[in-house]
């Protein structure tokens, strides 16, 4: 595996020195929230602003109740049936859940209340237990076996702030291309300046250096899964509504994309690309070994680019509510000056990397393309 | 754990978002803006190589001109030399023709003038020897009237015969 290329230019081994450091420091930091969180002692919550900002003071307004940085974070970080605004107020989502033994349920999570009272569906009787929908049976109890039968496909927070990313998405582009199409032969304007210069980067950075003279039909597929994992982690990056959702640090919607990037590799292999996994260039004695590393690295590639994705951004929403959180834990607001401060520079630094996380993924998928159709070997 | 869980609904509705948006974005964005900036590349590639073309048609065209320039020089100073030497000839030639015209002229005038001189002179004579004779006529009548006189011219007229 070749990958020199990827470190021909300074810049680019900048980058990847950056990118390897953010990553460290936010595998570092999301280890110390962990830390933190077991070393929480009991606190007031304090009303800020920042913190209902940043979608993570579900606090009880009484006052009395235990701050736990751990469970606030980890709501953040994880998906839920609702979206959350501000203090009280949330929007509420579509549940859709389909259970084996009655069919497909469509209903909005305000029925729930926050999860306080039950909702009885065509089908079903569902509870809300710590965001997960549960069946409940008709003695009041959750039934398990039918619980573990049910799927959620709910329009939840993530889905909906990526559905949010998606028509943004379109819009941005089908009116560049429409820029495009009205000023042909004119040099660009408008938000033509603003796309040409990363579809143009994507082209003559990714795609060609990587691929070859064939990469012209992988375009597409690259364009949208730079600007789709750039723009949701940019997304992700606004504390308020419509962003704030930690869309591409969710390993579902990684597994998708790195699944993606796989069927596109593997579909488009070329004879080569097959022998050298099936009959490498090594003694036939060590043919059973060499398959089997080779049919891992077939799998282990996008798997690495599922993990690096999901780490790194959720990795990097962990340190910022770490630092928010870091002013409860103390109970008092003068550290909020620091962790402002700190907060600030963790979002410039996640700005960087939100750029990085969709070049390196975009890149990787580049490379493993282009090692997927090299007729040179 | 459960952030390392994929969860199904929303793997469910990546894939549809995502395949929609794939699908969508290839049609009516990447298909156009990469066929315009393609195609814009082109036509300044192509400007460009225009541009070097006429750069090379211009020097040479440079060169052309300058050639034309030295030949025209060439054929200008032939030109003056040929005339300066038409001209040298010609004032030459009329030189030599005014010269000899003078020349002739000269001597037209100084055979004219010998001419008129001999004609006067001729008359001239022609008048001396006609007074002259009238004069002698009138003397030797009036010395023939006399005698002794007329014995003295013959004898001077003797005298001078044998004199000459």
Redesign the interface.
Known sequence: MDCNHVFDFKVKRLIVVVALLSAFLSIRSSAYAQTDSLAAVAGNEVPSTEVHAEGAGHGAPGGEEKFEPTKVIVEHIADSHMWHMWGETSIPLPVIVYTANGGLDLFSSAHFHHGKEDYKGAVNTYRLVEDKVKVVGADGKIDEAASASLIDISITKNVAAMFVSVVVILLVFISAAGAYKRRTGKGPRGIQSIVEPFIVFVRDDIARPNIGHKYAKFMPYLLTIFFFIWINNMLGLIPIFPGGANVTGNIALTLVLSVATLIIVNLNGNKHYWKHIFFPDVPFWLWPLMVVVEVVGVISKPFALMIRLFANITAGHIIVLSLISLIFIFKTMAIAPVSIAFVLFMDVLELLVAFLQAFIFTLLTALFIGMAVDEHH | M??????????????I??V???I???I???????E??R??EQ?IDDALNQAELAKVEMSRLTAQNEELMKSARAERDLILKEAKTLKDNIVNEAKTQAHNEGVKLIEKARIEIDNQKKAALAELKDQVSTLSIEIAERVLRGQLSDKAKQQDLVANLLKEVELN
């Not at chain 2, 459960?2 to 894939?15: A, K, R």
């Not at chain 2, 009516?28 to 990469?34: D, E, H």
């Open positions: 459960e952030l390392v869980t994929p969860s199904i609904g929303i793997i469910f509705w990546t894939v978002a995502f929609f948006l794939l969508l974005l290839r009516f964005a990447w298909k156009p803006i990469l315009a900036i195609e814009r036509s």
